[in-house]
């Protein structure tokens, strides 16, 4: 049962980093399918950190500076997002995409290259952080804490007071609703949209290396993420575009989500005899189902998916 | 000249060969920074692909290898351009081409039917795929991309647990079509003899190439197509005009997901691949259509060549030398080229407006002379009056 908690907190606060990150970029008007690479990216960042600091050094420095590389990494790649789609006004969905093939594809090849210059016979594209993902967990009788649990609370607190408390959040989501007229009280929506994007992409990045350590101690790259950036995108749906909802929204997909890890941990799910690639599809088809029930009254930003253009009214 | 130039096809054609030259040129800068020395040789492997070989008979042998693999590839662009002209990103081609495969090897393996019901089957099983996202997309308001997604991973884990069934005792691969049920395989009809006897060629590649002209004609030739398009540029509009936007919307998809899921079969059903039951992620080929899709121009004929291109250089990826470089590295260049599709528009814009600059400068100095003249004629005017 602890164990079912454990995972359930965990995935919960994977998917709500990302959802956050996906709610930031929507409310200043970009659509960000790009998270699921950029959770690749930062996911990369991260276990590239883990794997050249030495094992010796101490926890917080660890910590601080895996969670560094995962957000530099996924901020970085953002900005591929935020320039083809403010400046160049490429259509948001074909370069989010691209974005999550070239993410993986990318960390195959990097992670590839490492390791075959490291041993010509090892063409894996696996990293292991057994000793690294140490610094991360606390042990309290049986049940694993993971410092991540804690950031997703601090990081839902922050997201919640930067859009609704502050000049900078209403004024980005003024950007996502009526970017014209944004502009014409002299908001730059240019600077705005780049700091939505940018900012999910340091939520993607910081989602993707949580959801790595989440687990396992190694991660092979080639398989990406699998499709939990969509799952984050579901629960932002799901959460109508507000943080605290999509907190409530994480804690359920999560939920579904840590059952496919632990349900043979339970006799009567494991009597049930039912495979295991039915709890692999579960998360998958409670998004369906609830987008289906959901997606009708939607309170999505006005102005999302379309490219700002000055002249336009 | 002038004239070809703003041609919307050249102009198309040109961009699409702008995103190659970039996308090739990115791959090779990430091979130098990987391992300088043999970067260059690398690159020229992945554009060469069958030419590596020094035989002509081996070079046929894998050219038709290649071939084998652009006819879904081409299936799955068709699907996602299809789709697209008519406003959907069918994001889902991905799993529709997973329920294709899946339904066409079970059939052929657990039913033993001939490869015409195998096909059959599997383009109505993709269909219905399809057909799902477009019901949630018409009644329910659900993004398509969203749901596509999700049913791309629960089509790929239906697939995974259904075809277990019929999968080889000791290894998670499916059972060899060709020992299995021969008759399931596609008929090649004297095609395998001219690729020096490669079995796994077959009518899939001018059967695609067909479907290919088919679409053409439908999207551009037909009061359906025109539809179809009508709704995807103003669903309101369509709606108004007496068009079931509903119905359109949902039949789209349902004809997306057919394409994708022939696409499934046409590779599944020459043997050319087994079915692995514990793959974990979704299927390329579906993601690639969309490259293919958009380098093709979202044009039916580019995008057979498109399909050609994509497939020659993923098939390249494995020519590579393994001891410095990885096949994915073939991935990373397709990606990169979806990524500049994506600046189409603001290539052919950029273009568009450097020509009409052009343009101006030759009508200023124009009528600079013009002015002289007419100056020139105001003062003999002037002269004769005084």
Redesign the interface.
């Known amino acids: 049962m602890s164990l079912l908690i454990q995972y359930t907190l965990i995935f919960a606060s994977v998917l709500t980093l990302v959802a956050l990150g996906g709610c930031f970029s929507e409310h200043s008007g970009v659509i960000n399918?790009g998270l699921e690479g950029i959770m690749v990216i930062g996911a990369l960042g991260g276990a590239l950190m883990m794997r050249y600091l030495p094992a010796n050094l101490s926890p917080f420095l660890m910590v601080a500076l895996v969670i560094l590389g995962a957000v530099v990494f996924g901020v970085v790649y953002s900005a591929?997002l935020a320039f083809?789609c403010i400046n160049?006004?490429?259509?948001q969905?074909?370069?989010g995409?691209?974005?999550n093939?070239?993410g993986?594809?990318?960390a195959?090849?990097v992670v590839?290259?490492i390791n075959?210059?490291e041993n010509?016979d090892d063409?894996s594209?696996t990293i292991a952080y057994v000793q690294p993902k140490k610094a991360f967990i606390i042990n309290i009788n049986g049940f694993e804490f993971n410092w991540f649990m804690l950031i997703a609370i601090v990081i839902l607190i922050v997201a919640f007071i930067v859009l609704y408390k502050t000049k900078f959040g209403l004024r980005m989501m003024a950007c996502g609703e009526h970017p014209q007229a944004a502009n014409s009280v002299g908001i730059s929506v240019y600077k705005m949209r780049w700091a939505g994007v940018l900012i999910s992409g340091a939520l993607g990045g910081l989602g993707g290396i949580c959801y790595i350590l989440a687990g396992v101690s190694e991660w092979k790259f080639?398989?990406?993420v699998?499709?939990f950036g969509?799952l984050a995108?579901?629960v932002m749906?799901f959460g109508q575009w507000k943080p605290l909802r999509i907190a409530l929204a994480a804690l359920l997909f999560g939920f579904f989500r840590a059952l496919s890890n632990v349900y043979f941990g339970f006799d009567f799910l494991a009597s049930l005899n039912i495979?295991s690639?039915?709890y692999?599809?579960m998360p998958?088809?409670i998004?369906?189902l609830v987008?289906?029930?959901t997606?009708?009254r939607?309170r999505a930003p006005k102005a999302e998916g379309i490219p700002y253009d000055k002249s336009m009214r | 000249m002038k004239k070809i130039l703003k041609n919307e096809g050249v102009q198309s054609l040109l961009a699409s060969l702008l995103c190659i030259i970039l996308g090739l040129l990115i791959g090779y800068i990430?091979l130098l920074f990987?391992?300088p020395t043999g970067a260059f040789e690398a690159i020229i492997d992945v554009i060469k692909n069958f030419f590596n070989y020094a035989k002509l008979n081996l070079q046929l042998k894998n050219l038709g290898n290649t071939l084998v693999k652009t006819a879904p590839l081409l299936m799955c662009a068709l699907s996602v351009l299809f789709c697209y002209k008519v406003g959907l990103?069918n994001?889902g081609a991905a799993g529709q081409y997973v329920a294709g495969a899946c339904a066409s090897l079970y059939a052929a393996l657990a039913w033993g039917w001939g490869w015409l019901p195998c096909l059959l089957f599997a383009i109505v099983a993709a269909a219905l795929l399809g057909v799902i996202v477009g019901l949630?997309k018409a009644y329910?308001?659900?993004?398509e991309?969203?749901?596509g997604?999700?049913?791309?991973?629960?089509g790929l884990?239906?697939a995974?647990?259904i075809l277990t069934n019929v999968k080889e005792t000791t290894s998670p691969y499916t059972l060899h079509l060709r020992t299995a049920n021969p008759s399931a395989i596609l008929p090649a009809m004297g095609l395998d003899k001219v690729f020096s006897g490669n079995l796994y060629v077959s009518i899939a590649i001018p059967l695609a190439i067909v479907v290919a002209i088919v679409i053409l004609v439908l999207l551009e030739k037909t009061k359906f197509g025109y539809e179809l398009k009508a709704t995807g540029f103003n669903k309101n509009a369509a709606k108004y005009a007496g068009m079931a936007e509903k119905r359109n919307i949902i039949l789209t998809l349902a004809i997306g997901g057919a394409l994708a899921g022939m696409g499934g079969a046409l590779l599944y059903l020459t043997d050319y691949e087994q079915w692995m039951c514990t793959v974990?992620?979704v299927p390329?080929m579906g993601?690639n259509g969309?490259?293919a899709a958009?380098l093709g121009g979202l044009n039916p004929i580019g995008t057979i060549f498109a399909s050609f291109f994509i497939q020659h250089i993923t098939s390249g990826g494995a020519y590579v030398d393994?001891?410095?470089?990885?096949s994915?590295?073939s991935?990373?260049i397709?990606?990169?080229i979806?990524?500049l599709?994506?600046?189409v528009?603001?290539i052919k814009y950029a273009f568009n407006l450097y020509l009409s600059k052009k343009e101006n400068k030759v009508d200023t100095r124009f009528t600079k002379k013009e002015m002289e003249e007419i100056q020139d004629v105001q003062n003999a005017k002037g002269g004769d009056e005084g």
């Open positions: 399918l591929l083809a160049l006004k490429a259509d969905t074909i370069v995409t691209a974005l093939m070239l993986t594809a990318a195959t090849v590839k290259a075959t210059a010509p063409v594209s080639e398989n990406g699998a499709g969509f995108l579901a749906i495979p690639a039915v692999n599809m998958y088809i998004s369906l987008l289906a029930f997606s009708k939607s | 990430v990987i391992n990103f994001i949630l329910f308001n659900v993004n991309v969203i749901s997604i999700m049913l791309n991973w629960i884990y239906t995974n647990m974990s992620s390329g993601f969309i490259a958009f393994k001891t410095m470089y990885c994915q590295i991935d990373l397709s990606s990169i979806i990524y599709c994506g600046f528009f603001f």
